[in-house]
């Protein structure tokens, strides 16, 4: 699929504008690969010509009844001042809509990649870092119709959106092993403007403290205009994941 290779390709390109960043200090590389569920509820408003026309708000609970397969994954390398890091989460979902003889199954996948390169003034693993590069979001929707169990037809559409990302994230120390990780950004270009806001707590575990249990919040809000159609979306809920330092 196009949105497939999309965002492959723009990993690969974070990839190639990671590695002269880090290959420039001669210190071990710092690896942390990131597992992590998000449970947001979503609120959706969308408009025609600036004008709301429907407003409605999803429960993470009703999602899981449609979800086939879903993951959310950040992997992030780096030494001296510089590192990269892919933050990747894949939805994929099902459902089927019954009305008399009529049936309306419904596919749909979700891609959301930010692929960037963070500068840490202290080095990295310091309690600041400040990033930039490229968020992409991409949905892939496919919609079949029967009528009394005769396919009448399959619809399909898809929407990508690339956007120049900014942002910063922060850690404050508070013991030998919780701290507290917070990330704000923001970023814009296909789409109207989308940010993020979230605020972990992490606590450290095994003998070297190396690896993280995280939990905490998370927020986000994205503009998309196809046309005269305006949809904002907003996700909130909670966040838990693992950390693996090496």
């Known amino acids: 699929m196009n949105n497939h290779r999309s965002w ?8 190639v504008l990671i590695n002269p960043a880090i ?6 590389i710092q690896w942390s690969v990131t597992p992590y569920a998000w449970f947001p509820d979503t609120t959706v408003d969308l408009a025609f010509q600036d004008t709301n026309i429907g407003s409605g708000k999803i429960r993470f609970s009703d999602v899981l009844d449609v979800v086939d397969i879903g993951f959310m994954l950040q992997v992030e390398g780096g030494r001296g001042s510089w590192s990269g890091f892919t933050d990747l989460t894949y939805v994929s ?14 596919d749909n996948e979700q891609i959301l990649v930010d692929a960037a390169v963070a500068y840490w003034p202290n080095g990295v ?12 979001s991409g949905l892939d929707s496919r919609y079949r119709i029967s009528l009394d169990d005769t396919e009448l037809g399959t619809q399909r559409s898809g929407e990508n ?6 942002g910063v994230r922060y850690r404050l120390d508070l013991g030998d092993r919780w ?5 704000a950004d923001y970023s814009a270009g296909d789409s109207e403007g989308s940010f993020l806001l979230r605020a972990n707590l992490a606590y450290a575990v095994g003998q070297r403290q190396q690896n993280r249990f995280i ?8 503009e998309y205009r196809d046309g005269d159609l305006t949809l904002d979306m907003r996700l909130s809920g909670f966040v838990a994941g693992y950390s693996f330092r090496f």
């Open 215 to 222: 939990f905490g919040y998370q927020h986000r809000q994205a």
């Open 161 to 166: 959106y690339t956007d120049v990302l900014l």
């Open 179 to 183: 701290s507290l990780l917070a990330r």
């Open 23 to 28: 290959a420039e200090d001669g210190s071990d």
């Open 93 to 106: 979902t099902s459902d089927t809509t019954e009305r008399a003889l009529l049936t309306v199954d419904a």
């Open 8 to 15: 492959l390709t723009l990993i690969v390109i974070a990839g």
């Open 125 to 136: 693993g310091s309690p600041l870092s400040l990033f930039g590069g490229i968020r992409y």
